[in-house]
C-alpha cells in the first residue's frame, strides 16, 4: 500500500469512528485506539505535505496560528425569530398560516437550543465554510475553530446534493460549561455568564486550538439549496442526518395547536434534564413551498415563531434608581439590584419602564422585588414583597422631572408613556444616539464606527453632530485609543462611501421619530428631494400612504428646528444622495397608481412580499381586505373562499398571477 493510500484509508477510518462517537453515541473503538490512529495520520501528515487535506480529522485539534476573521456576505439572510410566550400567541400564529394559505398544513415542532448560531455551506461533500449569523446580512468567517467541533462533519457521506447550506447552533454543555468555570475561577478570571456567552465567545478566539480544547457540541435545524431532496423541512432534516449531521432526535410533525401545545408542555418540564441549555420551542411551517408563499417581514419570517418558556423569577433588594436617556429624548428608568442569579446570569440592573409603572408598583428604595427574564435584555421588575418591608425600606421612589444629562425640563406627550427631554440638540446621550443610528447597517452602513467610537470622538470634541462625520481625516483619529493607521484610513474610507447610499435611506438615518424604514420609502417615493419633504405642508404629508397626523407633526417639528435645517444644509454640501437619482425613478412606475390591491392564495412565480414590492413599485397600494374600494384581487392557488365570494358579490376584478406579471411587464 503507498503512502498517498494509507493517509486516505486513516483520514475515512477517523471520519467514521468520530460520526459513530459524538453525533451516534455508539463507539466502535476505545479512546486510546482512536488517538493512536489520530497519532498515525498526523505523523504521515507532516512527513508527506503534498498531500494536505483542509478536511482531515487531523484539523480537528486547531492550530495556535491567530487568525483574524474576515466578513462573509450570507447567501440568504439570517433573520431572527419573532418570540411569543403564550398559548394565544400560538394560536395566533396557528390561525395566521391556516388562513395565509388555505390549504393543509404541518407545523414542526422543535427545540430552541440556546448557543451561537452558524451556518455551514458544503460543497461536493466537504465543508468549505462557517460563517456566524453576525448582523445577519454577513457574519465572521470561524472555519478554522468550527474544524474542531468534533459533532460537525468535515467530510458528509451518503447521497447529499453537491451544494447546500445547513444551518444550526454551536454549544457548550452544562457540563464543559461547569467545568470551565472551575478553571477560570482557580486562574482567578471572570467567569462566564451561562453556557451561550461561553459558546459565543469561545467560536470568536483567535487560537483555534483552544477553540478544540473547549468541547463545544452542535445540534443543526434547517437546509437550504437548490436541489434539497424534499419540500418537507422535517424530511430534509432527516436526510441530513444520514449525511453525518447531528439533528437533534426532539423534532414532531403536529397538525393541530393542541398537538403543538402537548410537545410544549412536556418539554417544558423535560428540558431540564437535557445535557444543553434551551429556552424554547421553535415552530416552523413544513412545507418549503409554502414557506416561500408566506414570506418574510423586514425582521423575521412569517412561517416560523419561536415560543419562549415561561420566564424564572427572583426576589432581590432595589439599591438606587438611575435613568437613562435614548437618542429619541426617552427617559428609561432603571432599578440598580443587589447582584441575584436568574436564568444562567448574574443580574444586576433592571428596567422600570416609565412612570407609571413606578407609581403601579408602589417602590420603595431598600424594598424586596421580584425580577422576571422574559424577552427583554434588560430584566424587569414585575412586583414587591411589601410584606418584607421594614426598618430597611428608605423613601418611595418618584419619577424625575428634569434631564439626568442636561438639566432640561422633561415633558410627556399626550397619550404616551414615557417622559421625554425636549433638548434633542444638545442633549449628550441624543446626539451620540443620533450619530450611532445614522452610522447604523440600515441607515448609512458606516463600518468600523460603534458606540464606543462614537463616545470617543464626541469626548474629543472631533464630532458634534451627523455632519462632523464628512469633515474627519484619517491623522486626526490615527494613534487614538486602539486605533492604528489602517483602522482610521478604513474609517474615512466607509463615511466616504456612505455618500452613494440611496435617498430613503438618508431620510431613515436623520432618526426624525417616528420615520422608519418602511415610512422612509413612502416619503423617498413621494419627494424629489430633501428640499421639497423640508417644506411640505401637513395636508401634503398626511396624503401619502402610511403617514398619518403623529408622523405628519413630527416630519413638521423636525424641519421647523433651525438646527436641523442647518445639518440638512451641511449633509448636502458633503455630498450625501439627498434627492431621487435617475436610478431610483427607473425602479418604479405609475402602471398601478391609485389601485388598492388584495393579495390572495398560493403564490408559483414569486413570494407574497415580493408581490407587493412590485404593487408598491408600480404605484399600486397593498389593502388586507376587500371592499368596493379595492381596485382587483391577486389571486394565487387556494385563494380564500371568504374573499373569493366577497369579491363576486362586489363585482372585484380577479387577476392570476400570469395576468398581473403581464399587466406590470
Given at each position: 500500500m503507498d503512502i498517498k493510500q494509507k493517509i486516505e484509508e486513516l483520514r475515512a477510518e477517523l471520519h467514521r469512528h468520530n460520526y459513530n462517537y459524538y453525533v451516534l453515541n455508539a463507539p466502535e473503538i476505545s479512546d486510546k485506539e482512536f488517538d493512536d490512529k489520530m497519532r498515525e495520520l498526523q505523523d504521515l501528515e507532516e512527513a508527506h505535505p503534498e498531500f494536505k487535506d483542509d478536511n482531515s480529522p487531523t484539523m480537528r485539534v486547531g492550530s495556535d496560528i491567530n487568525k483574524n476573521f474576515t466578513q462573509i456576505a450570507h447567501k440568504y439572510p439570517m433573520l431572527s425569530l419573532a418570540n411569543t410566550y403564550s398559548e394565544a400567541e400560538v394560536t395566533d400564529f396557528y390561525e395566521r398560516v391556516r388562513k395565509a394559505l388555505n390549504e393543509e398544513f404541518e407545523i414542526c415542532c422543535e427545540m430552541k437550543y440556546d448557543g451561537t448560531s452558524i451556518s455551514l455551506t458544503y460543497e461536493d461533500g466537504k465543508l468549505i465554510r462557517a460563517v456566524t449569523r453576525g448582523d445577519?446580512?454577513?457574519?465572521?468567517?470561524?472555519?478554522?475553530?468550527?474544524?474542531?467541533?468534533?459533532?460537525?462533519?468535515?467530510?458528509?457521506?451518503?447521497?447529499?446534493?453537491?451544494?447546500?447550506?445547513?444551518?444550526?447552533?454551536?454549544?457548550?454543555?452544562?457540563?464543559?460549561?461547569?467545568?470551565?468555570?472551575?478553571?477560570?475561577?482557580?486562574?482567578?478570571?471572570?467567569?462566564?455568564?451561562?453556557?451561550?456567552?461561553?459558546?459565543s465567545g469561545t467560536l470568536k478566539l483567535q487560537n483555534s486550538a483552544v477553540v478544540a480544547s473547549r468541547k463545544l457540541d452542535s445540534y443543526l435545524y434547517y437546509l437550504l439549496g437548490e436541489n434539497l431532496p424534499h419540500d418537507g423541512h422535517y424530511e430534509n432534516l432527516q436526510e441530513a442526518s444520514?449525511?453525518?449531521?447531528?439533528?437533534?432526535?426532539?423534532?414532531?410533525?403536529?397538525?393541530?395547536?393542541?398537538?403543538?401545545?402537548?410537545?410544549?408542555?412536556?418539554?417544558?418540564?423535560?428540558?431540564?434534564?437535557?445535557?444543553?441549555?434551551?429556552?424554547?420551542?421553535?415552530?416552523?411551517?413544513?412545507?418549503?413551498?409554502?414557506?416561500?408563499?408566506?414570506?418574510?417581514?423586514?425582521?423575521?419570517?412569517r412561517w416560523a415563531i419561536a415560543y419562549k418558556f415561561q420566564a424564572e423569577r427572583a426576589l432581590t433588594r432595589l439599591?438606587?434608581?438611575?435613568?437613562?436617556?435614548?437618542?429619541?429624548?426617552?427617559?428609561?428608568?432603571?432599578?440598580?439590584?443587589?447582584?441575584?442569579?436568574?436564568?444562567?446570569?448574574?443580574?444586576?440592573?433592571?428596567?422600570?419602564?416609565?412612570?407609571?409603572?413606578?407609581?403601579?408598583?408602589?417602590?420603595?428604595?431598600?424594598?424586596?422585588?421580584?425580577?422576571?427574564?422574559?424577552?427583554?435584555?434588560?430584566?424587569?421588575?414585575?412586583?414587591?414583597?411589601?410584606?418584607?418591608?421594614?426598618?430597611?425600606?428608605?423613601?418611595?421612589?418618584?419619577?424625575?422631572?428634569?434631564?439626568?444629562?442636561?438639566?432640561?425640563?422633561?415633558?410627556?406627550?399626550?397619550?404616551?408613556?414615557?417622559?421625554?427631554?425636549?433638548?434633542?440638540?444638545?442633549?449628550?446621550?441624543?446626539?451620540?444616539g443620533k450619530i450611532e443610528h445614522f452610522i447604523s447597517r440600515r441607515a448609512m452602513n458606516i463600518d468600523g464606527l460603534g458606540p464606543e467610537t462614537v463616545d470617543l470622538f464626541y469626548r474629543l470634541g472631533l464630532i458634534h453632530d451627523t455632519a462632523d462625520l464628512y469633515e474627519l481625516k484619517?491623522?486626526?483619529?490615527?494613534?487614538?485609543?486602539?486605533?492604528?493607521?489602517?483602522?482610521?484610513?478604513?474609517?474615512?474610507?466607509?463615511?466616504?462611501?456612505?455618500?452613494?447610499?440611496?435617498?430613503?435611506?438618508?431620510?431613515?438615518?436623520?432618526?426624525?421619530?417616528?420615520?422608519?424604514?418602511?415610512?422612509?420609502?413612502?416619503?423617498?417615493?413621494?419627494?424629489?428631494?430633501?428640499?421639497e419633504l423640508k417644506e411640505a405642508s401637513f395636508e401634503r404629508l398626511t396624503s401619502i400612504d402610511e403617514i398619518g397626523e403623529k408622523i405628519a407633526r413630527s416630519i413638521l417639528s423636525y424641519f421647523s428646528n433651525e438646527s436641523n435645517?442647518?445639518?440638512?444644509?451641511?449633509?448636502?454640501?458633503?455630498?450625501?444622495?439627498?434627492?431621487?437619482?435617475?436610478?431610483?425613478?427607473?425602479?418604479?412606475?405609475?402602471?398601478?397608481?391609485?389601485?388598492?390591491?388584495?393579495?390572495?392564495?398560493?403564490?408559483t412565480h414569486h413570494s407574497r412580499d415580493e408581490y407587493k414590492e412590485l404593487i408598491e413599485k408600480n404605484g399600486g397600494k397593498n389593502v388586507g381586505s376587500i371592499s368596493s374600494k379595492t381596485s382587483f384581487v391577486l389571486a394565487g392557488e387556494n385563494m380564500g373562499p371568504a374573499k373569493l365570494e366577497k369579491a363576486r358579490k362586489l363585482g372585484i376584478t380577479i387577476l392570476s398571477e400570469d395576468e398581473f406579471l403581464k399587466l406590470i411587464s
Open positions: 445577519g446580512e454577513k457574519g465572521d468567517d470561524v472555519t478554522d475553530n468550527v474544524k474542531t467541533i468534533r459533532s460537525i462533519p468535515l467530510v458528509l457521506h451518503g447521497d447529499y446534493p453537491p451544494s447546500f447550506e445547513i444551518r444550526g447552533e454551536i454549544l457548550m454543555p452544562w457540563t464543559v460549561f461547569e467545568e470551565l468555570n472551575k478553571e477560570r475561577e482557580a486562574r482567578e478570571e471572570p467567569l462566564f455568564a451561562n453556557p451561550r456567552n461561553a459558546a444520514k449525511w453525518g449531521f447531528k439533528v437533534s432526535p426532539i423534532m414532531r410533525k403536529c397538525k393541530t395547536p393542541q398537538e403543538i401545545f402537548d410537545f410544549i408542555n412536556y418539554w417544558d418540564v423535560e428540558r431540564k434534564n437535557l445535557p444543553v441549555a434551551t429556552d424554547g420551542i421553535v415552530l416552523k411551517v413544513n412545507s418549503l413551498r409554502q414557506q416561500k408563499n408566506l414570506g418574510f417581514t423586514a425582521k423575521s419570517p439599591n438606587k434608581v438611575s435613568y437613562q436617556v435614548g437618542r429619541t429624548g426617552a427617559v428609561t428608568p432603571v432599578a440598580n439590584l443587589d447582584p441575584v442569579q436568574l436564568s444562567g446570569t448574574v443580574v444586576k440592573r433592571a428596567s422600570l419602564h416609565n412612570a407609571d409603572i413606578i407609581e403601579g408598583l408602589d417602590l420603595h428604595i431598600g424594598d424586596m422585588v421580584y425580577v422576571e427574564k422574559g424577552g427583554e435584555i434588560i430584566p424587569k421588575i414585575t412586583g414587591v414583597d411589601k410584606e418584607a418591608r421594614g426598618f430597611m425600606s428608605g423613601e418611595k421612589v418618584k419619577f424625575i422631572t428634569h434631564c439626568p444629562e442636561c438639566g432640561s425640563k422633561l415633558i410627556r406627550y399626550e397619550g404616551e408613556a414615557a417622559h421625554y427631554c425636549p433638548n434633542e440638540t444638545a442633549c449628550p446621550p441624543q446626539i451620540k484619517a491623522d486626526q483619529i490615527n494613534g487614538l485609543d486602539r486605533m492604528g493607521e489602517k483602522s482610521a484610513e478604513n474609517i474615512v474610507s466607509s463615511i466616504q462611501e456612505s455618500k452613494n447610499v440611496p435617498f430613503e435611506r438618508v431620510i431613515f438615518a436623520l432618526g426624525i421619530r417616528f420615520v422608519g424604514e418602511t415610512v422612509a420609502k413612502k416619503i423617498a417615493r413621494a419627494f424629489e428631494n430633501i428640499d435645517r442647518r445639518l440638512i444644509e451641511r449633509l448636502k454640501e458633503s455630498g450625501l444622495q439627498l434627492r431621487r437619482t435617475e436610478q431610483d425613478r427607473s425602479e418604479y412606475t405609475d402602471k398601478l397608481a391609485g389601485k388598492s390591491i388584495v393579495i390572495s392564495g398560493v403564490f
